[in-house]
């Protein structure tokens, strides 16, 4: 199995090299591209943003199931089983993304943005990039796992599991720690409005993911499923997120035209996240002997973040022209490049793990 899974995590990310690797580069081109037209077209995004339901955009909405999509399609849910045989390192994973991630991200944050930044952003201002974080802090990452593990020559059998897992506490737990943490943050938001985001987001793609993959593999195998299906379907996710960043930036154009200082104040906290969790996880497998294809795909797991449903459930909840929204697409921007770091520090610290 785990020889299949690899090839089949090869295929995927393969797929996704052009996009995956030099994703920071097509981010930098969308927030260029997005600025430009909310500046010399304004028509285009005040049209989109009038095909709205429920405060729900329908473009980005679209979008959004189109970046989920391929990631839950490529899930198989039979792979949970495996965790028996080496279960210290999902137990690490499980651990820091959901009882010790949100609440770093969140302490960071608010220090950050609330304190020591309080010169330079406003109150409001500042709460609303507050809660753009703790949205990314609750959403630890699922795609964008299986390129950093096939980049350190990780276990995609194992990773899946991970993944699986993580994906189905997130059903559970991601709304409750949101509410709970905007709570805290003095910032109201009804339940019904974060549980249809999770509905919308992980529930429905899920299901069409699970299902998808039974009828087709059934239909047609498993080789054209993970060969060709996949192969085709795998570059759909980041096309998706970056159009959807280039809609984003347009209706953002005018708040970085005129707050360029605060793109680089959101990033500090995030940064700063990424790399203690990172290492947390990472010197927690060294000292319980977890072996490095294992550990270096479960440390990036709590590290990365889940930016699609952050990003949608940002723009649900506080609107495409919200702080919110654009702290989240600050996530998208800065996650690459110290994911690429991150992978850099695991290949040269590979030695230091068990075989």
């Not at 096939?150 to 990773?159: E, I, N, P, S, W």
């Not at 797991?301 to 495409?320: D, H, Q, R, T």
Request: neutral net charge.
């Amino acid at each position: 199995m785990s020889t299949d899974m690899e090839a089949t995590t090869q295929e995927s990310s393969g797929g996704m090299d052009l996009f995956g690797r030099f994703l920071s580069v097509w981010v930098a081109l969308a927030i260029i591209a997005g600025v430009a037209l909310g500046q010399l077209a304004p028509s285009v995004p005040e049209t989109l943003s009038r095909f709205e339901y429920a405060q729900v955009s329908i473009p980005i909405a679209i979008l959004i199931w189109a970046m989920i999509f391929p990631m839950m399609a490529q899930i198989d849910f039979s792979a949970v089983v495996g965790v028996r045989k080496e279960p210290r390192g999902l137990a690490i994973t499980t651990i820091v993304n959901w009882l010790i991630k949100p609440f770093t991200m969140f302490a960071i944050a608010w220090f950050f943005l609330m304190v020591v930044f309080k010169a330079f952003i406003a109150p409001d201002l500042a709460s609303e990039y507050l809660a753009g974080a703790i949205l990314l802090g609750a959403a630890p990452c699922t795609a964008m796992v299986f390129v950093w593990s096939y980049l350190t020559r990780g276990d995609a059998a194992y990773t899946l599991v991970q993944v699986s897992l993580n994906d189905l506490i997130m059903l559970f737990a991601f709304a409750p720690i949101v509410v709970f943490l905007l709570g805290i943050s003095d910032i109201q938001v009804p339940w019904d409005t974060v549980l249809l985001s999770v509905l919308l987001y992980i529930v429905i793609p899920l299901t069409a993911g699970y299902l998808t993959r039974r009828i087709l593999i059934a239909s047609h195998g498993q080789q054209w499923y993970d060969q060709v299906f996949m192969k085709r379907l795998s570059p759909v996710t980041p096309a998706a997120l970056i159009i959807t960043l280039v809609l984003l930036f347009a209706f953002q154009g005018e708040v970085i035209l005129n707050n360029p200082l605060h793109i680089l104040l959101i990033a500090v906290p995030l940064v700063v996240q990424t790399f203690l969790i990172f290492f947390l996880a990472y010197g927690w497998a060294r000292l319980w002997k977890v072996r490095h294809c294992i550990a270096a795909p479960g440390a990036m797991i709590g590290a990365s973040n889940f930016f699609e449903l952050a990003v949608a459930a940002a723009i649900a909840l506080f609107g495409l022209q919200s702080g919110a929204a654009l702290a989240t697409v600050v996530g998208v921007l800065v996650e690459v490049p110290l994911m690429l770091v991150l992978v850099r520090i695991a290949n040269t610290t590979r030695d230091r793990f068990p075989v």
